[in-house]
């Protein structure tokens, strides 16, 4: 399974961007897909997270209420939607999957660089 994130790049404090994340690969069985972020010098943080059944959604603190995930099933495809972005959102934002049935394993994508200017 391999994880594409894109959609990431510099924008000023207020703007919007949408990160998209695709997955790939044989017999995807794909059960939640989501969002993590890295600050410089911090921990990896959740963000968002989506399952593909319901299509039920859970945000992090940072996320709530400027932050929407959704997802397209048939394109094996998640979404970030920011809005109102502010310089602290300044991360590398990985996008990751739970995939398989009965037994799942979790997989990440290599990450995409989004800067908020002040």
Do not use: H
């Not at 994130?5 to 059960?31: E, F, H, K």
């Not at 400027?66 to 502010?86: C, E, G, H, P, W």
């Not at 996008?95 to 995409?112: E, I, L």
Request: glycine content about 12%.
């Amino acid at each position: 399974v391999q994880l594409q994130a894109s959609g990431g790049g510099l924008v000023q404090a207020g703007g919007s961007l949408r990160l998209s994340c695709v997955a790939s690969g044989s017999s995807l069985s794909i059960n939640v897909m989501g969002w993590y972020r890295q600050r410089p010098g911090e921990a990896r943080e959740y963000v968002a997270s989506i399952t593909t059944t319901d299509g039920s959604t859970r945000y992090g603190d940072s996320a709530k209420g400027r932050f929407t995930i959704s997802r397209d099933n048939a394109k094996n495809t998640v979404y970030l939607q920011m809005d109102n972005l502010k310089p602290e959102d300044t991360a590398v934002y990985y996008c990751n999957a739970n995939v398989g049935r009965p037994s799942t394993n979790w997989y990440w994508g290599q990450g995409t660089l989004v800067t908020v200017s002040s």
